[in-house]
């Protein structure tokens, strides 16, 4: 019958126990999970929370979660723009863009994805890397299939330590080793050492700044241009239908 009781008794019909205790403790300054997990099994579930949304807005929303969800590109769909993406950009990348996914970097999949598209700019950056590979194989020596495995293994492990989590698909590297007698297979040893010379200095920063959890750095340090442009060729090099459309084979 006390009519501070009551009052508090009117709130439980609609707030959850926990909101109640969550106050409470906040008032008392008592640790709320040691008493939350010690009574919550005996507190009431009952509570019927009070409804601020108009009955237009509930439809709305009803519509809006069951109904269909609109069509999407994948890298819309797996591009990311939350708060910590960016966050910490080194200073000797923030005048570069800000990195998103695109078919830049799913070339891998294209001819076996619908919505994987050369585009134009990618276009000449394929027939610039064409004629790379193609005065490098003008002018290439046939290593030994030894000497050639171990290229194999000494530019991976260079470029996975400098620009880090640089590596082979797993067909692709079985086709080299099936093919490390043909200077074809050689020479993208060779042009794949030229781009990791080329883009060595945005790769030091990853050097400096790359000691930290791979999951904390910044979308930029981990997405350098300089890093992807490795890993683009990579993909194109490991798509069969891809590498025969330009490099003939």
């Keep these: 019958m006390d009519p501070i009781m009551k009052k508090l008794a009117k709130f439980t019909l609609f707030l959850p126990a926990r909101i109640v205790l969550f106050l409470y403790t906040e008032f008392t300054g008592d ?27 509930e439809l709305y929303r009803k519509i809006f979660i069951e109904g ?22 080194p200073s000797e990348l923030v005048g570069e863009e800000n990195y998103y996914i695109s078919d830049w970097d799913r070339l891998y999949w ?29 002018g290439k020596e046939q290593e030994t299939e ?3 495995v171990d290229h194999i293994f000494n530019t ?6 400098f620009y880090g989590r640089i590596y082979l698909f797993k ?8 093919n490390s007698h043909e200077v074809r297979y050689q020479a993208i040893l060779d042009l794949l050492d030229k781009f990791g010379e080329k883009n060595k200095e945005i790769g030091r920063v990853y050097q400096k700044y790359g000691n930290k959890e ?19 060729i990579i993909g194109v090099m490991a798509n069969k239908e891809l590498r025969k459309k330009y490099f003939g084979f």
């Design 171 to 178: 067909e692709f590297y079985n086709a080299l080793l099936n």
């Design 214 to 232: 791979w999951c904390i750095l910044s979308k930029n340090l981990k997405c350098n241009r300089g890093r992807m442009e490795i890993k683009r």
């Design 156 to 161: 991976m492990e260079y470029l996975n330590s």
């Design 68 to 89: 269909p969800i609109a069509p999407v590109t994948t890298s819309d769909f797996l591009s990311q723009d939350g708060y910590f993406t960016f966050w910490e950009t």
């Design 146 to 148: 030894n000497a050639f």
């Design 31 to 57: 640790n709320f999970w040691e008493i939350w997990s010690a009574i919550k099994s005996g507190a009431y579930h009952d509570e019927k929370m009070k409804k601020y949304a108009s009955k237009e807005l």
């Design 110 to 138: 294209w001819g076996k994805i619908e919505d994987v598209e050369i585009t134009e700019e990618i276009d000449i950056w394929l027939n610039m890397l064409v004629k790379e590979y193609e005065m490098i194989l003008k």
